[in-house]
């Protein structure tokens, strides 16, 4: 069980960053970023993570041939009843920061902060199999962002068992309690009982 | 959080690749096998996985300067009330082919083949800290040893969740799954928690 090339489909890239950094080198030889392969863009119309990485993971399958792995993944906040969920990157116009501010103005004043970050993978192998899995990394929503690290809502969400951010902890640390770090290891598990070679 | 150089401390070949290969890059740059640096036998005399995974980080961690990381791990099955346990590599006398053959002897004719594999690990800073930590995998006792990957009882032991043992599926499948995998995640986290720099 080996890629010598697989596609990340994604534009994003701090998660190209992430997932080249958590795949095995034994399992994935080169991890080509799909903006610069060709260009092409995906509507990420499915209702869920899992039929979003799906559609994502089959556009770049086709259009390259290639295996491909995609990754769609969200926010979920308990106090508003898990928004914004599957449409977490494009929950309010504008970058990142202007998402986090819109966060803690929901927030404000709300006592449970809980929340979970969600990823679905979808490995598309082109005429041959597609598998999807999800993972997930529950924590809370801190009152102020904080830290540099990693992309998103990741300066609010602190993971359960620590007290700083996604953005303020290593790479290297979130790389193993993330949510995408728990749906790789699941995908890779799921590789391991279904692909024979 | 950076390990520049990380004595493994053990003298087996099997645990040195494993972890050489879960080991983050950005985490250690140089992981020393243990024998490879000098000459040093611990006895190890715990009680228990994290006692003897201690005995052997210290030691090393003394030998050596550096800081050092050990696992102790054992395979415990239910039918045997939890042995060979901590016992594991020294339940009988020989090489893992006398103790993979002492162990179906053992479960021969018992209906319950449950297991699990438990590691301990222990990381070692000379002069700054000690953590320890455990994890460990399910599974069961196959009727027959199978496969070439591995060492120990990894012939025998198929992980919940798989039809192959330990010794079947590929390296970088194990080392996400395995009990050693799940030891290793915890302790990365805990130095994410515990150390800053």
Redesign the interface.
């Known amino acids: 069980?080996f890629f010598e090339r697989l596609v990340l489909a994604t534009g994003n890239r701090g998660k190209y960053r992430e997932f080249a950094?958590m795949l095995?080198?034994?399992?994935v030889g080169e991890l080509v970023f799909a903006p610069e392969l060709t260009r092409l863009v995906v509507e990420e119309t499915g209702e869920s993570y899992v039929e979003n990485a799906l559609l994502k993971a089959r556009a770049w399958a086709r259009a390259s041939g290639l295996p491909s792995l995609a990754d769609d993944s969200g926010l979920e906040v308990a106090a508003l009843d898990g928004a914004p969920g599957v449409h977490s990157a494009r929950a309010v116009p504008g970058d990142d920061s202007a998402r986090n501010a819109w966060l803690l103005s929901e927030l404000e004043g709300r006592e449970d902060r809980t929340a979970r970050f969600v990823a679905a993978l979808a490995l598309v192998i082109p005429g041959r199999r597609e598998f999807v899995c999800e993972g997930e990394c529950p924590g809370h929503i801190a009152g102020a962002p904080s830290g540099s690290g990693g992309f998103g809502y990741d300066p609010l969400f602190i993971p359960d068992?620590?007290?700083a951010s996604f953005a303020d902890?290593?790479?290297?640390?979130k790389?193993?309690?993330s949510h995408r770090a728990a749906a790789l290891?699941t995908m890779?598990?799921i590789?391991?009982?279904e692909l024979k070679e």
Chains 1, 2 share one sequence.
């Open positions: 069980m950094a095995p080198g034994d399992l068992g620590f007290e902890i290593p790479a290297e640390v790389n193993v309690v290891r890779i598990g590789l391991g009982r």
